[in-house]
């Protein structure tokens, strides 16, 4: 793990210790510089950190910066984040999103419908009501009168081609790691065949990032279409602020991928955060929190992937998966890179 920050001696003037127009700030006299840090999950990752840097690398917020990132994967075609994701057993994508900031600010939407960004209507239920979640038709309601545009509800291309072959059975079925860009392009029927099993368990699509800014404050955020071909009106752990998402600005951020229900059981971003303030490194800290779920799910943990990425206030970072196959990606002022993460089997 890397240490990001460093500390200069102030008497060779602040200006010296601007890197990369990061912000230097005063700390009992010494001038202190704080190398900004962005983690996204997956491979979708890279692109959304791209969008986030462009942010956090000119001095911007966390806040900004987590929310500019994951609109990148929100829009994307050939992935299941946003309007594009596979639908419920229904036939109508249902979107949950979250986002936390340094100051215990927090706005969540679930079963939302038809809007394109759920992330900055989260933001705006963050912002703008005194509520932390608005769910279904209220929450799209709110965003109608937020501005948002309503979408005509049409899935695309390939969600409608799931969808289709999915119904010739309507069986459910984890698919661990179907986040990662190998597994997400296979949506035409033949590959997702393999993907449609048992009942009551189902796909999921996510995508989760932390980041600290050169002031040092941490924010996150999370969206998802949730998991494929779910029950209507299913809400996973994305949307539920110490679930899917954790920021606690004197401790560290931390976000989760794979099974909702499981990472809700545990509420499993808040119970990282807690083993960071014991003192674990995040790396420790996922461990820790992945080896509880996988207690708790005793056999039936290999039917289902779990993740989790975390930062520290140091800037460390470190991830975690139930089984192999996660990946993560990280954008640091040497660059935005993936990471495979260690796994418990
Ligand atoms: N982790 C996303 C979901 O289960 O909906």
Redesign the pocket.
């Known amino acids: 793990m890397d240490r990001r920050k460093f500390i200069n001696l102030s008497s060779l003037g602040a200006a010296g210790f601007t890197l990369q127009g990061f912000i230097p700030t005063s700390l009992n006299g010494l001038s202190t510089t704080i190398t900004p840090i962005v983690v996204a999950t997956w491979d979708a990752g890279l692109a959304a950190n791209k969008a986030a840097w462009e942010v956090l690398g000119s001095g911007g917020k966390a806040l900004d910066a987590v929310e500019k990132g994951v609109m990148v994967t929100e829009d994307e075609m050939n992935c299941c984040v946003g309007l594009n994701g596979n639908p419920d057993r229904d036939g109508f994508v249902t979107l949950?999103a979250s986002i936390m900031d340094h100051e215990f600010n927090c706005g969540s939407v679930a079963f939302l419908e038809r809007i394109k960004h759920p992330i900055s209507v989260a933001r705006k239920v963050m912002e703008k009501t005194p509520h932390v979640m608005l769910v279904g038709q209220g929450a799209q309601q709110f965003a109608i009168e937020q501005g948002f545009k309503l979408e005509n509800g049409e899935l695309s291309k390939d969600a409608k081609n799931s969808y289709q072959n999915w119904l010739k059975n309507s069986e459910y079925k984890p698919v661990i790691n179907i986040e990662r860009k190998n597994a997400t392009t296979q949506l035409d029927a033949s590959k997702m065949a393999p993907h449609r099993l048992s009942n009551g368990e189902?796909n999921?699509?996510?995508i989760g990032m932390i980041a600290m800014d050169s002031m040092g404050n941490l924010s996150g955020s999370c969206t998802?279409s949730?998991?494929g071909f779910k029950m209507r009106g299913r809400?996973?752990?994305?949307p539920v602020i110490g679930a899917?998402l954790y920021v606690d600005n004197e401790v560290g951020a931390v976000v989760?991928?794979?099974?909702?229900?499981d990472?809700i059981r545990v509420a499993g971003s808040s119970a990282v955060v807690e083993q960071m303030r014991q003192g674990k490194t995040p790396t420790e800290a996922c461990k820790i929190v992945i080896e509880r779920i996988r207690r708790i799910k005793k056999e039936k943990a290999k039917d289902i992937q779990v993740c989790f990425i975390a930062i520290n206030k140091k800037g460390e970072y470190g991830g975690y998966s139930l089984h192999k196959g996660f990946n993560y990606a990280v954008h640091t002022p040497q660059g935005n890179t993936l990471h495979e993460a260690t796994f418990l089997d």
């Open positions: 949950d189902w999921h699509d996510t998802t949730g998991a809400v996973g752990d994305s899917g989760a991928t794979g099974q909702g229900e990472v």
